[in-house]
């Protein structure tokens, strides 16, 4: 099992996040502070200040629903301590664009509407939920929920495939270094019409 997750995370999308830390996000450096803050040992009060400042904003906006979303489920931003590295927060916009929580079937939601709107290696983010929520083995760096056959639920399969077909419409891949401070100060509304979001 030790080696099916290392298989996994190299080929996955979780992968493709540490990439584009180490690209966009500072190098070697940002890579380190990233996965340090990511468990606790590394603080960037300035970077933690950007994204605390979003609850300035009207409520009605993309980034003020986004630190709703954090806060409301005691998510710490990056910058702050076990902070997700900036190159992950696209995962956290999309259940907001999205209106999702974080139950595992929502989780498996996402999933499916991210690997619908991703470019590179869609299967691997297909396939996260399928084995987290599915056959209970764990393939992300974090504790999650064990949970077995999430599929089974009566009508979840079905808003999976919708969800793929859904995230596909999407005119942008939200995971490849996607800009999304500009659509922070928008209405949600607006927000999700400019990337076609239904």
Not at 125 to 133: E, G, K, R
């Amino acid at each position: 099992m030790v080696l099916f997750r290392l298989d996994f995370l190299r080929r996955s999308h979780i992968k493709d996040m540490l990439v584009d830390q180490y690209r966009h996000h500072g190098g070697v450096v940002g890579l380190a502070t990233g996965l340090l803050g990511l468990r606790g040992l590394h603080e960037d009060p300035a970077l933690a200040q950007r994204y605390i400042a979003l609850g300035d904003l009207p409520a009605e906006t993309l980034g003020h629903a986004f630190f709703t979303h954090y806060r409301g489920n005691g998510f710490a931003f990056p910058g702050e301590p076990l902070g997700f590295p900036e190159s992950g927060v696209y995962h956290d916009l999309t259940h907001v664009l999205w209106g999702y929580g974080t139950t595992p079937a929502e989780e498996h939601l996402v999933g499916g509407f991210t690997a619908g709107y991703k470019r590179v290696n869609p299967f691997y983010v297909a396939l996260l939920p399928a084995f987290s929520f599915g056959a209970g083995v764990n393939v992300t760096p974090l504790d999650q929920p064990h949970v077995t056959g999430i599929l089974a639920t009566p009508g979840l399969a079905s808003r999976f495939i919708e969800a793929v077909e859904r995230g596909s419409r999407v005119n942008a891949d939200l995971s490849d270094n996607w800009d999304f401070w500009p659509l922070l100060p928008l209405p949600l509304a607006e927000a999700r019409r400019q990337l076609d979001i239904t």
